[in-house]
């Protein structure tokens, strides 16, 4: 099913924002921090990226753990660096979940259900074309490509 969840539509105070170079282009990323294929999309595809903005929504729906891992990566100091060193590295947020972290999980639970969505990891590009499953960066690459030129 194609969703219509163009850039214009995101709530990008709930997201965790990663620019890469210039961050020209724009994805939206929805994300369970134990999602084995969300990991390897953040190791091999995101990592390979260039000059794009990532808007990460952290959407925990496989497990309790998931959930505690995304409120300590929403309540770290620095969201974005902490949800690349557990995506990427496995290495544990630093801070401790609290009311601010609970609320954005709740607000991504709600969106993620408003759009339908059914599994992570979920990449939506700009002109709301998506969502997408895991794929290669050439892939992703290309499809960035297509939509800046939609």
Request: charged share 20%; hydrophobic share 40%; proline share 5%.
């Amino acid at each position: 099913m194609t969703m219509t969840f163009n850039e214009s539509r995101w709530p990008k105070e709930n997201a965790i924002k990663v620019v890469k170079g210039n961050g020209v282009s724009k994805l939206a990323v929805f994300m369970d921090p134990m999602c084995v294929y969300c990991k390897r999309l953040s190791r091999e595809t995101l990592a390979n990226l260039m000059n794009v903005t990532i808007y990460c929504y952290i959407w925990p729906f496989l497990s309790e753990e998931s959930k505690e891992i995304a409120g300590c990566i929403y309540s770290s100091a620095d969201k974005a660096d902490a949800l690349v060193r557990w995506m990427k590295y496995d290495q544990m947020p630093t801070g401790m979940p609290n009311e601010y972290s609970e609320e954005m999980i709740e607000q991504n639970i709600a969106l993620a259900d408003y759009l339908g969505l059914q599994g992570t990891p979920a990449i939506f590009l700009s002109d709301g074309r998506g969502p997408f499953g895991a794929m290669s960066a050439k892939a992703l690459a290309h499809k960035i490509i297509s939509a800046e030129h939609y």
